[in-house]
């Protein structure tokens, strides 16, 4: 992944009471946390869902979609008003630099 150069952002899910973010290598590695009521928890631990949004660029002369330039994440608690929780934008395509030459 790594030497592919373009990959941002893994997430994979199966560690019911982990959902850890960190960056390795300068790809972030995000856990999903444990959203089932069939498998085992930790007690006080509200149950939870890893949420990402990927926005892509678009081309409103054609419409067309573009690469990717944008990605987030939070989770949503089982809670009475399913909570936001953790927002963290991950990655962030930067804008080519532009040279303003007028005067």
Same mark, same amino acid.
């Given at each position: 992944?790594?030497?592919?150069?373009?990959?941002?952002?893994?997430?994979?899910?199966?560690?019911?009471?982990?959902?850890?973010?960190?960056?390795?290598?300068e790809i972030n590695?995000?856990?999903?946390?444990?959203?089932?009521?069939?498998?085992?928890?930790?007690?006080?631990?509200?149950?939870?869902? %890893?949420?990402?949004? @990927?926005? +892509?660029? *678009?081309?409103?002369?054609?419409?067309? !979609?573009?690469? #990717?330039?944008?990605? &987030?994440?939070?989770? %949503?608690?089982?809670? @009475?008003? +399913?909570? *936001?929780?953790?927002?963290?934008?991950? !990655?962030?395509? #930067?804008?080519?630099? &532009?040279?303003?030459?007028?005067?």
């Amino acid at each position: 992944m790594v030497g592919a150069g373009d990959v941002k952002a893994v997430f994979t899910g199966h560690d019911h009471v982990n959902d850890f973010c960190g960056k390795l290598s300068e790809i972030n590695l995000c856990y999903a946390g444990g959203f089932g009521y069939h498998a085992y928890g930790k007690a006080g631990w509200s149950r939870r869902a %890893r949420v990402v949004l @990927a926005s +892509l660029e *678009k081309d409103e002369s054609n419409a067309t !979609w573009g690469g #990717v330039i944008l990605i &987030r994440t939070w989770k %949503r608690l089982d809670d @009475a008003p +399913l909570s *936001k929780i953790d927002e963290q934008t991950l !990655w962030q395509k #930067v804008p080519s630099a &532009r040279l303003c030459l007028e005067r």
